[in-house]
C-alpha cells in the first residue's frame, strides 16, 4: 500500500523545475498522437522546431502570438493569487478589443502620444469592467465566479456578434461582419520592417515586469497574497477583503482587456468574432504553467506561442491536424498540475503486513 | 446482541465527577487482556508523534490514556484505528474464545472488525444526514434499501434504553445540540457492538453534569464487560473516572499505575516532565474602564447561540474570565470585540467613544489587540512568511512601508527582534510560518498583539493545544500586559485556567453572561450548565 | 398576448423544451452526483464533446446506436475517471484539473475527428435515433405528440432522474455518497472508503454527462461539429445549484431552462423584425446567470465541496 505525504517543506528544486518539466513532458506526449496521425514523429518534431526558430519571421510570428498570451496570462495569475477564479479572460479580451474599436476608429481623433494610451485604457477599463460584474455577483450574493465568468464569455461573444451587425459595422465590408478599421493615430507601431511584431509585445513585457514588482516588493501584492491565501485571517487583520477582492477583479479583466486592444490595434486592425483563438483560456494555462508568477508568465507565454506556431508550420508541411497545439497546451496544464503534486507531496510505501 | 447491558443505574446524585465513589470501580481486573498496542510509532515529517509506545487494556476495565495536547494520546488512536498508518508496532486483539488476531495496520474496516470503535474528539458525523443514517453508515450493503430498517431501529432503541443515551433518530444531525452528537457519536459505535470503546476527549464539550451523565452510563457499560480507553488531560476525571492510568509525554509512554494508588504529583511530573510551574497570579489593580459593552445582544441564528442582553465593564489592570462550555455565546462576544460581527442592539463604549459596532480595522485603531481562538484560520496566513505575519495588521505604518513599497530590511530587523523577545522558534524569519507549530505560531501572534501595547486584549482560548510550557509562558504574558495597564478579556472553556488568571470570572450560558463571586469548581458548574448559583 | 398564449398551447412547444431540456437532465444529474460527493467536475463541458464525438463514431463506425451510446458512457466515464485520480487521491485543485480536462477531452476529440475525417466537404452523417412512436399513446391529444415526438435518449434521460432519485435518496449507498461529500471523516470512520466512493460517484456522473453530449450527436442532429457543445455543460453547473443537489429539481430545473428557450426561439422568429436576433442567443446564458444568483444566497453546498481528504493526514 501507499501512503500520500506531504513534504515537511515543498521541494524548492522541484518546485522550479516543475514548470519546465511540464513543458517537455507535454511535448514528449505529443508524440502519441503523433504516431495516431501516422506522421514521422522525428521530422515532426524537427519541422516544429524549424517552425518556430527557422527564420526571423517565424520567430517573430511566435512573438506576435505570444503578445496576447502574456497579457491574458497575467490576468489569470493575478486573479488566482487572490483566488478569484477569473475564466472569463477571453470575453474580457474581446470588451476590450470592442472598447478599443469604437474609441479607435474615428470616434475621436488625435496625435498617436495621446490615441494610443486612450484606446489602451478604454480596453482596459471594459475589460475590468467585464470582471467586475462576476466578482462583485460573487460578494453580493455568492454567485460562484467560475461559473458566471464563463457563461459571459458566450453572452460577450454573441453582444460582439450583434455589434458587428449594427451599430459597430464597417460599412465597407460588403455585408462581412466586421468593425471600421482603427485609425492610424491609434495603431500599435512594427518593431521590425515587415514582421507583424508589434509594441504590444513591449507593452507586455513591462506589464509583466509591472506586475511582478507590485506583487513582490509592495503593500498591496502583500495584501492580494493575504487575501487569496487566507482571506478570513486577512479580515480579522483589517485587511479590506472585498474591496482588494474586487479591485483585483478589475485588473485582471482589465490586463485581459488589453490583450484584446493589443491584437486589434496592433495585428489585426479592426474586430472580427474570430479575433481569438481562445487566448483567454490558454490564458490559464499559461498562468499556471508560470506558478502564478508574472516574470513566469512571459517564459510560459514564449512556449505556448511556440507550441501553436510549430504545430501550425508542422501541419501545414504534413497534414496533421492542428488541434495537435491545442491538445499539447492542454497536456502541459494536466502536466503541471501534477508536477505541483509531486513538489508538496511524497509517496511513501507502507508495509502492509501486520507482523510486529 | 453480543455486548450484554444492563439497565443504567440513575445519573449519580449531586455534581462534581469526584463523586463517583472508589467501591463502584472494578479492582484490576487480572483477567486476559483484550488489547496489546505494542511499540506503536508515528512520525509526520520530522516530528515523532507517537515513539515505541506499549499499551495493554483487560476486558472490563477503564484505562485512562492521560497527556498533555501533543503527547501522542489521539495519534496513537488513530493507529488503533486504522486512520493512521503505523510506522512501526502492532495491535493484538484477543476475541472472547481466546483466539489472538493482528490487525492490519490503516484499515478502519479490520478495527470495525475486531469490534473496537472510536468516538473521535472531533465529531465524526454528516451534518446533512439524519441520526440514523449515520449511525447505519458503513453497516449495510451498499444497495441495501433504507426503507427496510425496522430490525435495526429496533435494536437501537432496544441500545438506547439500555445505554441511557437517548437521540432523535430521524432528525438531521445539523439541528442537533452538542451533548446530542456525543451521544450519537457514542450510539454509533455501541450499534456495532463493540468490545472496546475508545472516548477521546469526550467532555470537552459537556458541562461538569452532563459530563457526570456520561460516565455513569460508561461505567455501567463497563460493568458488563466492555473495555474502555478514555483520554484526557484532566486529571481531576481521570482520577475520579479510570481504573489505571498510562501518562504519555512527547510521544513517549513516561508512567503506567493503578488510579487507587496514583498520586497526584507524580502524575503531573509524568505528564510535563518537571515540577509543576504555574505563574503566581498576583491580584491585578483595577483602574478605569477601557471597553464596556452595554446591553448587547446578537441573534441566535446570527452566531451560535448569540448574545443576549450582555453588559460587561472591563477596566485597565484586570483580567476579565470568561468561563462556559464552548458555543454558549462566546465566539459572538469574540467577534463583536474583534470586530468581526455587528451587534443587533446595544453600544460599545471604547476609548471614550460610544459606537454601534466595531470592525477589525476601528478595533485595532481603539487599542484592542486580538488574540483568535482558532489561530490557524484568522491568526495567521500560513503561506506568508514570519516577518510578514508580523506586521499584517499594521501595513500602513512608516516601518512597514514607504510609498507603498514594503521596507523589507525594517520588517525583517523587527521580525528579528520580536523572535528573540517571544522566543518564535521556527526555521527563520523568512520562512512561511505554516512551518510553525502551534505553540510558536501562539508566540507570533502575541508578539503582533502585545507589541503595540493595546490597552484592551481579547484572548480567546489562548493556550488551547499548548504544551504546558507554552501555555504557562503565554499566561505569564498576560499577566505581565495586565500588570501593565491593560485590561484583558479572557475566554476560556478549561475552567482551571480562568480561576488561575482571573480577577474577576463570568460564566457564559445560553448568550446570557453572569458574573460570579464564587471561586468554587461546583458553583461555577451549576452556572455553566444554566441553574442560577 | 393571444401570440404567447398559443405558443403555450401548441404541443411543440412543450415537446420542443423537453428536447432540448435532455442533454441538460443528463448533465445536471451527473454535475449532481460528482458535487454530492465532493467533487466539482468543471470537466462537465469537455465530457459533453467526448460524449458528443465518442457516441457517434461508434455509431457511425458499427451503425449501431446503442453500442454509440455504450461508447459515448464509457469514454465519458474514462475521462472522469481522469478528473477523480487527479483531484480524489491526488487531491489537486478540483478548478483546474476540471478545466485541464474540459481543455484535454476537448482537443482530443477535435484532433481524432480532424485526423479520422480529414477535411471533407460535408460531415459524415448518422441514421439518429427517431421518435418512439407508441401505437394509441402517441394518438393521446396534446399529451401524446409532446412525449411520443421525443427519441429513447429522451426516456431515459427521465429513467436516469429516477434511478438517480433512488439511488441518491433510498440506498444506503447513496446515503453514503452524501455523507462523503459533507464529512469525509464520518465515512472514513464508519470503515468506508472515501476514496472508492468519491472516485466511483465521479467516474459515474461522468458517464452521465456524456449521455448529454451523445444526445447532441444522435438525436438532436446527425453529425459531430466543432463547437456544438457550446457551453452547455457550465449552464448544468449553474443549474445543479439551482436545482440544490436535488435530482427532483434537477429535473424541473432542467425542464423550465427547456421552456425558455423553447419560448426563446418562438419569440426570435415573432419579433425578429424589432430585436436583433443575438439577443434571444444570449437568453440561456444570461438565464444560467440569474439562477445562479437566485440560488446562491441560499444554497446549501456539500460541505465538504472542493476539499482534499488526505487519509491519516493532521
New interface residues.
Partial sequence: ?I???????PSRRLTAGVPLLAAIGSLLLAAI?LA??GAPIIEAYGQMFTGVFGSLFSFTEMLTRATPLIFTGLAAAVAFRAKL?N?GGEGQLYLGAMAAVWVGSGMIEGPPILMVPLVLLAGAIAGGLGMLGPAV?KTR????E???S??????IL??V??ML??PLKDPMSLGWPQSEPIIDEAVLPQLIAKMRVHAGFLLAIGTAVVAHVIMA????G??I??VG??A?????????VKRIFLAVAFASGALAGIAGVSEVAGLKGYLTTDLSPGFG?TG??VA?LAGLSPLGVVAAALFIASVFVGTDSMSRTM???S??A??T???S??CV??G??FARFQIRR??????? | MALPVAPVPHALPGSGAALIASDTRHEMTTSKPVLSLRGMTKRFGSVVAADHIDLELARGEVLALLGENGAGKTTLMNMLFGQYTADAGSVHVWHEDGAEIILPPGQPQAAIEARIGMVHQHFTLAENLSVIDNILLGTERLLHLNRNRRAARAKLEALMIHSGLEAPLDRKVRDLSVGERQRVEILKALYRDVRILVLDEPTAVLTPQEADTLFASVRSMVENGLSVIFISHKLREVLAFSDRIAVLRHGKKTGEMRTAEADTASIIRMMIGEEHDMPERTPGMPGDTVVRLDSVSVHPERETRGLRDVTLDLRRGEIVGIAGVSGNGQSALAQILSGLLAPDSGRIEVGGESLAALNPRTALAHGIGRIPEDRHHDGIIAALSVAENLVIERLDDADVQRGGFLRRASMAANAEALSEAYDVRGPGIHARSALLSGGNIQKLILARVLETHPSVILANQPTRGLDFRAAAEVSRRLIAARDRGAGIILISEDLDEVLSLADRVLVMHAGELVETDSRERASIGQLMAGHAA | MIDLLQIFLSDSFWAASLRIATPLIFGVLGALMCERSGVLNLGIEGIFVVGAMMGWLVAYLTGSLWLGVIAAALSGGLFGLFHAILTVPLGLSQHVSGLGITMFATALMSFAYRTIFPQVATPPRIEPFRALDIPVLSDLPFLGPVLFQQTALTWLALAMVALVWWLMDRTALGVAIKAVGDNPDAVNAQGLSVMRLRMGAVVAGSALMALGGAFLTMSAFDAFFFGMVNGRGWICIALVIFASWQPGKALLGALLFGMFDALQVRLQTMAGAVVPGQVFLMVPYVLSIIALIIAARKADYPRALLKPWFKGQR
Avoid: C, K
Avoid at chain 1, 141 to 144: P, T
Avoid at chain 1, 232 to 240: D, F, L, S, T
Avoid at chain 1, 350 to 356: M, Y
Fill in positions: 500500500m501512503e500520500i505525504v506531504p513534504r515537511e517543506q498522437p495516431f496521425a477564479w475564466i455577483l450574493f455568492g454567485a460562484d467560475v461559473v458566471t464563463l457563461l459571459l464569455n458566450f453572452i454573441i453582444f456578434q450583434m451587425e449594427g516588493m509592495t503593500v498591496w502583500l495584501r497574497r493575504a491565501e487566507n478570513a485571517a486577512a479580515r480579522h487583520a483589517g485587511m479590506p483560456y490559464i494555462v499556471m497534414g496533421v491536424s488541434f495537435l491545442d491538445l497546451v492542454s497536456m496544464l494536466i498540475l501534477l505541483g503534486f507502507v508495509r502492509t503486513e501486520g507482523a510486529a
